[in-house]
T-cell receptor, first 112, second 107 residues
Framework: SQTIHQWPATLVQPVGSPLSLECTVE??????LYWYRQAAGRGLQLLFY??????ISSEVPQNLSASRPQDRQFILSSKKLLLSDSGFYLC???????????FGEGSRLTVL | AQRVTQPEKLLSVFKGAPVELKCNYS??????LFWYVQYSRQRLQLLLR??SRESIKGFTADLNKGETSFHLKKPFAQEEDSAMYYC?????????FGQGTRLTINP
């Protein structure tokens, strides 16, 4: 069966420090991968998605970037965090021909 | 551009009353629409999709292309329906979500 793992679950970082959130999927190949940010009152905001290795589509210009170094690995990064980067980040995947999204457990980032 | 609008951030109804969570969308192509639900302390998960035309946990949703709507309905609410509900639209390879509606069922 397919599983999705996301870590760390919780992260507290100072302003200006770097960020790396990692997401891996097991039990499937060539998934579409997504990073969302969930904020109260703002719903689920799509940040990045990827349909293959090295292919990244950015939805919202901001202080974050994403990379997909391997087929089932998706990384969310920042070189210098801002206070406004605080939030709950969700990784998700779908199959190439299905619409159902499977979500990770999320990573809560607090920037101080 | 893809856009999903859920006009109600909060919705509160009594147990046994009918529930309707509104969702409107904007998309130039042929839409694929979903409802996702997040119960307390659980992962976000799929509730239903329009192409299945099925009822899940008593919920149904009909795609109305003329009104560009995909409202979620249940005739008799139950306390366990209390959760956060998101409407989502799939176009090309990306899924865009609405702002979500927090549904509270009062006993």
């Amino acid at each position: 069966s397919q599983t999705i793992h996301q870590w760390p679950a919780t992260l507290v970082q100072p302003v200006g420090s770097p960020l790396s959130l990692e997401c891996t999927v097991e039990g499937t190949s060539n998934p579409n991968l997504y990073w969302y940010r969930q904020a109260a009152g703002r719903g689920l905001q799509l940040l990045f998605y990827s349909v293959g290795i090295g292919q990244i589509s950015s939805e919202v210009p901001q202080n974050l970037s994403a990379s997909r170094p391997q087929d089932r690995q998706f990384i969310l990064s920042s070189k210098k965090l801002l206070l406004s980067d605080s939030g709950f980040y969700l990784c998700a995947w779908t199959g190439q021909h299905t619409g159902e999204l499977f979500f990770g457990e999320g990573s809560r980032l607090t920037v101080l | 551009a893809q856009r999903v609008t859920q006009p109600e951030k909060l919705l509160s109804v009594f147990k046994g009353a009918p529930v309707e969570l509104k969702c409107n969308y904007s998309y130039s192509g042929s839409p694929e629409l979903f409802w996702y639900v997040q119960y307390s302390r659980q992962r976000l998960q799929l509730l239903l999709r329009h192409i299945s035309r099925e009822s899940i946990k008593g919920f149904t949703a009909d795609l109305n292309k003329g009104e560009t709507s995909f409202h979620l309905k249940k005739p008799f609410a139950q306390e366990e329906d209390s959760a956060m509900y998101y409407c989502a639209l799939r176009g090309a390879q990306k899924l865009v979500f609405g702002q979500g509606t927090r549904l509270t069922i009062n006993p």
